[in-house]
């Protein structure tokens, strides 16, 4: 299977949460957790073949957070590479001839330079793509100017590439953080060439009209990657209250609304696309 095998119109099912599965295995908020691709190999590994055996086929990379610019934070700038092509190394293992190899570029969301900006983007994409991934996966963003650098930088590569943003705010909770409706950021996008766009990072509900109207935008691939509900912190630690089966059962509009790669955000885990699995594939 390609990402071109991949189509509107067709449903591929993703993965659940790393970092929701990192914490249960023992990770701490605040944490680093792209190093353990270096660290904790077979963890990372583990909790990517959880999600094959569970259904997905299409696996991220530990990666979302691994730019120059926030590895700094942590005193890993010097690793960047390094983190990042195990990272795919490690989800290629996993992944065998079984699912797909997206890799995971996150935003870096601090005030600096717009050149500051790209050449991250760039230092990031050129050692994912080194690995050779199915894909590059921009999400998680929140600024369309900044998924703007992130595409440009990622499409440099030739691999196809998905962007994914969060719309979570402005009066009806539809807009990315800086104003941007569905239409608009699909407009800013779609013309500069990528492969696939679409949300992630809010409620499974709020995804259904986001997913139609970004179906309505433009006739690309829909990435959709809802939560598990909005977080509650329970002794600190982030919980979710919505189950697996309510997922799934929300998620089944979410296919009718134009969805073509489905999976899970925060608060998901193997069950949810299990049970995901249980409703499309049975």
Known sequence: MRFADCPRGTLTLSDGALGTEFLRLGAKLGDCLDQWNLTKPDLVRQVAESYILAGSRVILTNTFRANPITLASFGLQGQCVAINRAGVRISREAAQNSALVFASIGPIGKRTTHERVRHSFS????????????????????????????????????????????????????????????????????????????????????????????????????????????????????????????????????????????????????????????????
Not at 221 to 230: C, F, Q, S, T
Request: glycine share 8%.
């Open 123 to 282: 230092v990031q994409t050129r050692a994912l793509a080194a690995e050779g991934p199915d894909a590059l996966l921009v999400e998680t963003m929140t600024d369309v100017e900044e998924a703007h650098i992130a595409a440009c930088e990622a499409l440099k590569t030739d691999l196809p590439v998905l962007i994914s943003l969060v719309f979570a705010w402005g009066e009806h909770h539809d807009t990315t953080l800086t104003g941007s409706t569905p239409e608009q950021v699909s407009a800013a996008l779609v013309s500069e060439g990528v492969h696939a766009i679409g949300a992630n990072c809010i409620g499974v509900r709020e995804s259904i009209p986001v997913c139609k109207r970004l179906a309505a935008a433009s006739s690309l691939p829909l990435w959709i990657k809802p939560n598990a509900g909005l977080p509650e912190l329970s002794n600190g630690v982030p919980t979710y209250r919505i189950t697996a089966e309510e997922f799934a059962d929300s998620a089944l509009e979410l296919r009718t609304a134009g969805a073509t790669f489905l999976g899970g955000c925060c608060g998901t885990t193997p069950a949810f696309i299990r049970a995901l699995a249980a409703r499309f594939h049975p």
